[in-house]
């Protein structure tokens, strides 16, 4: 079974720019949950969605959003980039179920310059 | 406010030997715990799990003990290799929140040959 993908693994962008982040789940799995890892603070909740609606939602502002379709692949947006939303961009699924483990996958490692 | 707490930020344990990480927490409401395994440039890795109504879980190498009263979480890794040189973070969720976990700091654990 393949495992959650995310795409892209690396992405420079400049401030006041936008951008899209894409996660694939693992099959079958229907809950996307979204993490902001950096050095300082460690892996900080942004949000989840399970059958295309957000269930949950972290401390960010809304600068940052996200979406899920109806294949449970997620996307996850960030608009008018600040140098502190560098980090490594974290996308775990869940089972079937909708709660559990996370599986995570490998990140998007953003660097806002 | 760290309502998950991993007071540790390094340990260094020889091969063999048995590797205790620890982690504290302050939210009552939580009643569902993991453990994952973090290597550099890779998404965490789960590990263990450990729901409120245990007090242990065993795979393996690897044993969580959870003491409730205390707040008090701590992974157990016995024999520790080599391999197990990583980052481990715990976190803990609320099952009634859905899918919001909170994380820890996370541990660098060094297994000495």
């Known amino acids: 079974k393949a495992g959650v993908t995310q795409t892209p693994r690396y992405l420079i962008k400049t401030r006041g720019q936008q951008v899209t982040l894409s996660c694939s789940p693992i099959?079958?799995?229907?809950?996307v949950s979204w993490y902001q890892q950096t050095p300082g603070q460690g892996l900080q909740f942004l949000f989840e969605?399970?059958?295309?609606?957000?269930?949950n939602k972290g401390n960010f502002p809304g600068r940052f959003s996200g979406r899920q379709f109806s294949n449970s692949r997620s996307e996850m947006n960030v608009s008018t980039l600040e140098l502190g939303d560098s980090a490594l961009y974290l996308c775990?699924?869940?089972?079937?179920?909708?709660?559990?483990?996370?599986?995570f996958g490998p990140g998007t490692r953003l660097t806002v310059l | 406010d760290q309502q998950v707490k991993q007071n540790s930020p390094s340990l260094s344990v020889q091969e063999g030997r048995i590797s205790i990480l620890n982690c504290d927490y302050t939210n009552s409401m939580f009643d569902y715990f993991l453990w994952y395994k973090k290597y550099p440039a890779e998404g965490p890795t789960f590990l263990i799990s450990?729901?409120?109504?245990?007090d242990k879980n065993e795979d393996g190498r690897f044993t969580v003990f959870l003491n409730k009263s205390a707040k008090h979480l701590s992974l157990h890794i016995v024999p520790s290799q080599p391999g197990d040189s990583a980052v481990y973070f715990c976190a803990a969720s609320a099952t009634n929140y859905g899918q919001n976990f909170v994380f820890g700091p996370g541990t660098r654990l060094s297994v000495l040959p």
């Open positions: 969605y399970f059958s295309e609606t957000q269930r």
């Open positions: 775990a699924s869940t089972g079937t179920s909708g709660y559990g483990e996370q599986f």
């Open positions: 099959s079958g799995h229907r809950s």
């Open positions: 450990i729901s409120s109504i245990k």
